[in-house]
């Protein structure tokens, strides 16, 4: 499955940016599909996930409360709802799939950048 990040851009401190990641093919039951981050200089950096069949979510300490991840099985697309953005969350972000119960992630997208300005 190929995975293509889109949404991303410039914004000012307090804004708001919703990310897409469309796959190019059906995501079947028993996948989780995460959002990740990699600011220059930093390790990446997970921000949040959803299970595939279950919709139950998870999401990384520092985007808790702002940021909220939702998906469209029929159209095979996930999405990342960011609001109160801060200098800190400019990164690149990432989308990404595995299965339920395997670590390693088995596609990523190449990334869309966020950019957040003071």
């Known amino acids: 499955v190929q995975l293509v990040e889109s949404g991303g851009g410039s914004v000012q401190a307090g804004g708001s940016l919703r990310l897409s990641c469309a796959a190019s093919?059906?995501?079947?039951?028993?996948?989780?599909l995460s959002w990740y981050r990699q600011a220059p200089g930093k390790e990446r950096e997970f921000v949040a996930s959803i299970a595939w069949s279950s919709g139950h979510t998870e999401y990384g300490l520092s985007v808790q409360g702002r940021f909220t991840i939702s998906k469209n099985n029929d159209k095979n697309m996930m999405f990342l709802e960011m609001n109160s953005l801060k200098p800190e969350d400019t990164a690149t972000y990432y989308c990404?799939?595995?299965?339920?119960?395997?670590?390693?992630?088995?596609?990523w997208g190449p990334g869309t950048q966020v950019t957040v300005s003071t």
């Open positions: 990404g799939r595995r299965l339920v119960y395997v670590t390693d992630y088995a596609d």
């Open positions: 093919g059906r995501i079947l039951p028993g996948n989780v």
